[in-house]
């Protein structure tokens, strides 16, 4: 197949998913276009709940294997558009869209590029693509369920907008919800143990706080009070403070470590992490995948944003086109020659990697 007649195929489909509704947990209907592609291109496929994956038609479990893996669930389009979020639109070089850059682009520039070497029988590695869903609620029926069902990964490129380039790590995520108690009493009278002036120290420490390691491609965790909530009415000191603590952890700690660290030293009265799973990850300089993009003069990066990636318990490379930094913007758009060169880009590292 002519690359330039897949480039097309893979853009007409980025407008099949853009006017098709695919918020998280509700993309039975993307994955059903997902599927048709892999009909129309004569490949088996799977399908387990709404994600959708194939094996190179050369698999063979002697060999390592490499997931190519992007989502295809949004979020819900903000108030702020002008656009109609789910009509795909060409204008001036762009393709506007709800999911056209975070990360319809990259879905199928995967999903082409797959197809690619999908008859390819002189490779070193397999080839899986999974196409998954509720990446943006980092749900349970994503990439994690599908773990367990697909054959075993060893390393994986996950696509998000980089711009092409190499997000060769990833910071990890932990939620945490703390509690600072007080006294309760009516504000007219004296109280001594008001647990929202004891929050002002409480937040001071948070602030201060710094971990020691600094990882060389994510710098330094992150830790940031997000949320405060206290009191009902004017009159009443409350009981408590709760708080909000939003933690992007570096690849020199685990989740864990942060979350025994916080429990032991935060002076507050409780603080309790909502999940741990959602940790670090990152790719060996040295690998096949990472060489061949420096080769091909993509550049390497650490990433502060969260994606598939934390699922995965391989080493990871988050790579795909698109910006960012336009992902869950208004007016969402990617541009056409963005998708265009991220499947030649996609098919020229494969081919020095696997090879």
Known sequence: ?????????????????????????????????????????????????????????????????????SHHDTVKPNAAYTNDPFKAEFRDGKLFGLGSNDAGGCLVSLLATFTWFYN??????????????????????????????????????????????????????????????????????????????????????????????????????????TQINAGTQHNVVPAKVDLVIDVRVNDCYSNQDISNFLQENAPVDSIEPRSLRLNSSNIPLDHDLVKAGLELGMKTYGSPTLS??????????KLGPGDSTRSHSADEFIYVNEVEEGIEKYIALLEKALR
Request: include cysteine.
């Open 1 to 69: 197949m002519e690359i330039k007649a897949l480039q097309q195929e893979a853009l007409q489909l980025l407008q099949n998913l853009i006017e098709t509704q695919s918020f998280s947990g509700e993309e039975d209907q993307t994955a059903q276009l997902l599927e048709q592609w892999f009909v129309q291109h004569k490949i088996p496929h799977q399908r387990h709940l709404n994600n959708v994956w194939a094996t190179n038609k050369a698999f063979d479990e002697a060999k390592p294997t490499l997931l190519l893996n």
């Open 120 to 225: 390819r029988e002189d490779l070193n590695y397999n080839i899986i693509f999974a196409g998954t869903a509720e990446e943006e609620t980092n749900g349970k029926n994503g990439i994690a369920c599908m773990l367990p069902i697909m054959p075993k990964v060893d390393v994986a490129i996950v696509g998000e907008p980089t711009l092409m380039d190499l997000a060769v790590a990833e910071k990890g995520l932990v939620v945490f919800d703390a509690v600072v108690k007080g006294t309760p009493s009516h504000a007219a009278h004296p109280n001594n143990d008001n647990a929202i002036y004891k929050t002002a120290e409480v937040l001071k420490w948070f602030e201060a706080i710094k971990f020691p390691e600094v990882s060389k491609q994510l710098g330094e965790v992150k830790l940031t009070v």
């Open 308 to 317: 598939d990636q934390a699922m995965l318990k391989c080493s990871s490379l």
